[in-house]
């Protein structure tokens, strides 16, 4: 009998399920709650423990870096959407110089 649950975990990870990201973030954010054990969680959405542990560590890896990151100033963005359309605007100038000069030859 422990041959045939050994063979039935192979086959259960040789095909891993995807879980949509709106899923693991509101299952995580339900184990942070607290109201219900992690356990519990995991056995109604049919994941490992292990798995849920990471999606949680991945949620409040991101959570760091977005409260880590600096709010984005508006007149900063619109004055680097400015020099990105000047440069644009030089490179379509030189695409059509090189274009011009490769069919003259």
Partial sequence: MPH???RSRR???AVKKQWPVEHQI???LEGLRGRRSVAELC???GISTVRYYQWR???LDAARVGLAEPKANP???EERIQQLEAENARLRVQT???RD???AD
Wanted: net charge neutral.
């Fill in 57 to 59: 560590q991945q949620f």
């Fill in 75 to 77: 007149n900063v963005l």
């Fill in 11 to 13: 086959e259960t990870n």
């Fill in 96 to 98: 059509r110089i090189f």
């Fill in 101 to 103: 000069l490769a069919v």
């Fill in 4 to 6: 045939m649950i050994s």
């Fill in 43 to 45: 056995r109604e959405a």
């Fill in 26 to 28: 509101n299952l995580v």
